[in-house]
């Protein structure tokens, strides 16, 4: 059976996009940490990141750090933290959070709730 992610990916499930290619699919965790609170997988499903091929991988981070690069502009922060969990969720993405603190990765703390409306402003806001 298809991952979460990848009925994501295919449209089956809806999504706060942030930004697609041919091999990558960028999207807003629903659950998030910080508002940009960002999810990157691969389009091809492999459960455990180190488990990827080299190629898909290397292409992973650096599609990321076009993401994380626009996460900045846009989000008022000191960096933007990458976090590999894959706890819930058996398809590799990457977290990509803004942060200002050490604290604003903990993964411990209650979790933002953001309007419908919010997530799709922030999803805009990110594919400009
Ligand atoms: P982990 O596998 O431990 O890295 O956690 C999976 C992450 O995926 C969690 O932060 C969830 O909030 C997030 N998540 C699960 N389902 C969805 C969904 N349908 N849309 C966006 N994010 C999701």
Redesign the pocket.
Known sequence: MAT?FSR?ICGE?P?YKVAEDENYYA?????PLAEGHT?VVPKKEVDYIFDLDDETLSGMIIFAKKVAQKLKEKIACKRVAVV??????PHA?I?LIPINSESDVDFRKPKLTLSPERFAQISAMLQE
């Not at 590999?84 to 969720?89: A, D, F, Q, T």
């Open positions: 979460i994501i499930i999504s999207f807003l965790d629903i659950n999810l590999v969990l894959g706890l819930e969720v993405h977290h």
